[in-house]
């Protein structure tokens, strides 16, 4: 990160992820076919690798700028990715209606190069006055608590994947119009949006990151158990079940991916890493990966399991996973827990046999200046 620059990195990543978007803009003019599928794809990469640089140079500016605030600023920005994923298919279908296919990539595709050419003109230089040497990726990846935090953001990633291209023919399937379906999809993302901020700010104030990241795992693990529903529950045909589930998986999600963040920066320097912005980077990097990684394995997995297995039972296998997050992680909490008590009894027992000694050397003292006196 400090070679090439957070600057550089994020401005880069948004003027790629803008060209893009506006590109895929152009895909009505491409002939049909297998032309039009490699196009797609290959728009899709250079998308992924814009989106990826300007998310792990952001992350890394908040933590290197606001150290002492990571999860609230952390929140603020999910705060608005949540209103872009809320406003995004509203305002995306009014740009069809108005424009065709080409006007919802090319407005959000220009504003994002314009945010890429302001943020050129108005940040400052991100430089890291302290300079690390030779990172270990496998001090960091030998870490447990890395990979707690790092499961509780796939697991979340991974569920959002599988709804965004399951859910919406599951919901149909019920006979809802298509401004419903649309309707269910926003209602996690608006109370994603209102909880996040102030989910961040209690972090930074009062910790309690790994209880935030079990409750979350909980939540949202039984709100997947009812979104199939699960064919053991007998809640088939119940609409309302799936859409409070559906909202409340916003609670549940919020509570996975606000924590982490500053929680895994946080084990690390604990395990003696220096608090630098290569530091950072390499957090950033790595959360960023466990997004995308369950952003990929969700829709992808979840299409072979729902073909084979149908959306009842891909769902509940979701739920599973997030249970099985649930049991690694309240474990890891007692584990550390126990081993936080341990240290500070261990404190005390050293603290209380150094006032006995002074005690004894005072003691001592005591007696030869009397023996002095006496003599």
Known sequence: MSKIGAKFLFVTGLTVTGVAAILMGFLEYCPPGRA????????????????????????????SEFPE???????ACETFNGLGYTLGPPIGGFLFQLG??????????????CCGLASWLLFPSFEDSERTGDLSYGKYFSIPGVWITLMSVFAATLG????????????????????????????PSLLYFICAPFLGSFIDRRGH??????????????????????????????????????????????????PPFGKNLEVIINAG??????????????LSSATALGAFVGPSAGGFAVEYFGFSWAVTGISAVQLLVTIVTLSFFIF???????????????DDEDEDEDEARSLLVTQDLHTFGSA
């Open 36 to 63: 039009f599928i490699i196009t797609c794809f290959a728009i899709r990469i250079v998308d992924a690798v814009g989106v990826s640089a300007f998310m792990t140079a952001c992350f890394t500016i908040i933590a």
């Open 69 to 75: 605030a990571i999860s609230t600023m952390f929140g």
């Open 100 to 113: 065709g296919f080409k006007l919802p990539f090319f407005v959000p595709g220009g504003l994002v190069c």
């Open 160 to 187: 959002l994947g599988f709804l965004d291209a399951m859910y919406g023919p599951h919901l149909e399937g019920f006979g809802i119009s298509p401004s419903a379906v649309g309707a269910v999809f926003l209602l």
């Open 209 to 258: 990151a790994l209880e935030f990241m079990v409750f979350g795992a909980i939540v949202s693990g039984v709100c997947y158990l009812f979104m199939g529903p699960a064919p053991f529950l007998g809640l088939t045909g119940k609409l309302y079940v799936l859409i409070i589930a559906n909202v409340l998986l916003g609670l549940g999600t919020c509570a996975q991916l606000i």
């Open 273 to 286: 890493f220096e608090d630098t912005f290569d530091t950072h980077g390499m957090v950033s990097g790595a």
């Open 336 to 350: 550390e827990q126990r081993r936080t008590r341990r240290a500070i009894a261990v404190f005390y027992e050293d």
